[in-house]
């Protein structure tokens, strides 16, 4: 009798803390998980292909200038704003594929070179709704400038990778450029 009241009370005991564990692991906030359980397979390889217009000049601009500095007389300081149509083609009309939003800053004292800070924002075919984050530095009188892609969102999750970038057209006087860029991503 003694026994079993013994082995109820230890039983007890074991399920109290049994229950306690329980209660404290679901309270942590991570956990492992396996990539295909979120869908995330094969990682491919994507190469995109598009030109960038970056229009200052009127009527119709598509990056302004937010940041003006009064205290040098370069262009050192200067921050634009820009949502940039992105084209399957250099031609104004070309089919639009995307936009690139972001702003870019002359982060250099002694050439033109550029911080870059962009989303590139797609809005066709099987990207469309997904984009790539860019981050990088453009010094825009190279031919050549490689900038990272830091990211992406929708078919991009997970998005590591590159994009070079060419000037097609530049104008001094007005500051409008189209620029061929080719962007080389690792994503699933
Ligand atoms: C900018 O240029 C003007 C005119 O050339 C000159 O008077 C001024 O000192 C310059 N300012 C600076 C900060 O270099
Ligand atoms: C892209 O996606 C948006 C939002 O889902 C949709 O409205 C639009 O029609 C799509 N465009 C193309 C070309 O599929």
Partial sequence: MANSKNLTCI???ILTLLFSFAAAKSSTFYRNLSPVSLGFKKEKLSHLHFFFHDILSSPNPTAVRVVEPHTTNSSFGLITMADDPL????EPGSKVVGKAQGIYGSAAQEEIGFLMIMNLVFTEGKFNGSTLSLLGRNAVLSTVREMPIVGG???FRFARGYAQAKTHTLDFKTGDAVVEY???VFHY
């Avoid at 084209?87 to 250099?90: F, K, Q």
């Fill in 11 to 13: 039983f007890t005991i």
């Fill in 87 to 90: 084209t399957v083609g250099p």
């Fill in 153 to 155: 969102s929708g078919a």
């Fill in 182 to 184: 080719n962007v080389y």
